[in-house]
């Protein structure tokens, strides 16, 4: 694909702003274990309920952090205990290759504990300050794997939300079979691994925090040896974090359906819904349901700790859609930077007719799963390779909200191309009133000066109308109906 040297001189004179400086977990990142605000130690316990020896309790090496190889760990190699995995394509062998160590859709997990070592056990844990402002929900997905598990003192793992003293206000933990849980509603999948590991598949849990308002709490994730210390009975897992809000959102919406169905957040223990018309009846009691079109609804969430949360709404015909392209250019002054723009094309719509509205409410950007912004067109500078953006748009007056995740690759050249994919060309160039689009369709268009200003231009399928820009240079901003996004020289005479 061609070039974009030419477009330097446009990247110059174009804002960046940083996204380092936010997160989306907010008070913390879940993969960032040399954060300033992270406790993490391994140490010796006698059983899983019990310190003892060298290594007292779970912050005994508080600040003492090494990221060990980018595999399942072992005793010979305590930096491995607390790993960040970075590979979505990497799976763990222990599970015979058939676990994922990134869940899908994520760019990151993190590890604790490793499979050898049982007399070590570990914890990481996470100090916050919740501000239901920012957010209601703490989100965990994790996957754990257990090693000769026979009775009730065998391996274990346990997620706990403490107070500032370290007093448990919620906590579970889990051993080789589901019934050697603390909490039975918890059903999960298990499978036979090697050398007699069981394992089971990434699962959800979702805790209600908003009663700990103000409050400074600790998220701890801990993995424990058996009681005797035993070879090899151990546990270790994977995790993920999100710290968001509780919304619904909806799926798409078949315009002759008298309903609309909506979707609740993952990892609830019990969702019970219920319509406004008949308050003493639940509705239905799953994740996802179908409301008649025009009630006024609620759906009442418990996690499982007890605790609850009521989301309400209405099943109008409306609903957020999240929509969005990007383009890229190197950077003058650092050649190993690109700078990224991302354009916000979302909208809110009426599903009935399918026409957009203008009143949608809310939006904000995930980058890399790290990085929150809520500019609607930022820029910001990034490196080669693989990124995970996400646009996440809300409508506060239906409660309902909508996230489209792209995976895009930042390579030095612009776009994404394959030889089996036809590339985007215009023409003719320079142009005076209108332009001509080659190797595919077009779904949007638009041109940024070299100031940055972007102006809408009108187009169809394969011509561009460039009547209205004045005499200069812009970067022609072009996404096909095949889901790529070009950039392109464009000088108007």
């Given amino acids: 694909m061609t070039k974009i040297l030419p477009f330097l001189i446009i990247a110059t004179m174009l804002a960046v702003v940083s996204m380092q400086a936010q997160n989306v977990i907010g008070r913390f990142n879940y993969d960032n274990l040399r954060a300033p605000n992270v406790l993490c130690t391994y140490g010796t316990y006698n059983r899983f309920d019990n310190y ?64 050898y070592g049982s007399y070590f056990c570990q914890a990481i844990s996470y100090t916050l300050i919740v501000d239901t402002t920012q957010s209601d929900m703490l989100a965990v997905n994790f996957a754990a794997l257990y090693s000769n598990v026979q009775g009730q003192n065998e391996p274990r793992i346990m997620i706990e939300i403490l107070d500032s003293t370290d007093q448990r206000l919620s906590y579970f933990w889990i051993m080789g079979h589901s019934q050697y849980s603390s909490f039975a509603g918890l059903r999960l999948n298990w499978h036979n691994g090697y050398q007699n590991f069981i394992y089971h598949d990434w699962t959800a849990v979702a805790f209600n925090i908003s009663q700990y308002h103000s409050r400074t709490i600790k998220l701890r994730f801990t993995t424990f040896s058996c009681g005797g210390g035993a070879a090899l009975h151990n546990a270790y897992m994977y995790y993920t974090v999100d710290y968001d809000f509780l919304a619904m959102s909806t799926l798409p919406v078949v315009t002759k359906s008298n309903d609309i169905t909506f979707r609740a957040p993952d990892g609830f223990y019990k969702y019970e819904w219920i ?19 025009g009630a006024d609804f609620s759906c009442r969430l418990t996690d499982l700790f007890g605790n609850t949360k009521i989301l309400r709404s209405k099943s109008v015909p409306r609903r957020p859609h999240s929509d969005f392209t990007y383009w890229y250019v190197k950077n003058p002054e650092n050649q190993d930077l690109y700078t990224l723009h991302l354009n916000n094309l979302a909208k809110l719509f009426d599903t009935t007719t399918n026409t957009p509205l203008p009143d949608l409410e809310d939006f904000h950007w995930i980058i890399d799963s790290t990085n929150i912004c809520y500019q609607h067109d930022p820029v910001f500078e990034t490196t080669l390779g693989w990124h995970t953006i996400s646009l996440v748009t809300s409508s506060g007056s239906t409660g309902l ?6 995976r895009i690759y930042i390579s030095d050249e612009n776009g994404i191309s394959t030889a089996k994919t036809p ?71």
Avoid at 94 to 109: E, N, W, Y
Avoid at 277 to 290: G, K, L, N, R
Avoid at 401 to 406: A, F, Y
Avoid at 463 to 485: E, F, M, P, V, W
């Fill in 423 to 493: 590339e985007i060309r215009i023409y003719p160039n320079p142009a005076t009133d209108k332009v001509t689009v080659a190797g595919g369709e077009v779904k949007t268009a638009c041109a940024i000066d070299l100031t940055g200003r972007t102006i809408a231009v009108p187009h169809t399928a394969s011509d561009i109308n460039i009547s209205g820009l004045q005499k200069g240079i812009y970067a022609l901003s072009i996404t096909t109906t095949d889901g790529r996004t070009v950039v392109r020289r464009l000088v108007k005479k």
């Fill in 401 to 406: 909200s909508d996230t489209l995740t792209r």
């Fill in 275 to 293: 319509l406004d018309s008949d308050p003493t009846t639940v509705f239905d009691s799953v994740q996802t349901t179908a409301i008649p079109r």
């Fill in 52 to 115: 003892s020896g060298a290594y007292a309790g779970p912050y005994s090496s508080v600040g003492i952090i090494d990221y060990g190889p980018n595999r399942y760990g072992d005793d010979r190699l305590p930096a491995s205990r607390h790993t960040v995995h970075t590979d979505t394509a990497s799976t763990d062998s222990i599970a015979k290759d058939s676990l994922r160590c990134i869940p899908p859709g994520r760019s990151t997990a993190v590890r604790v504990g490793c499979r």
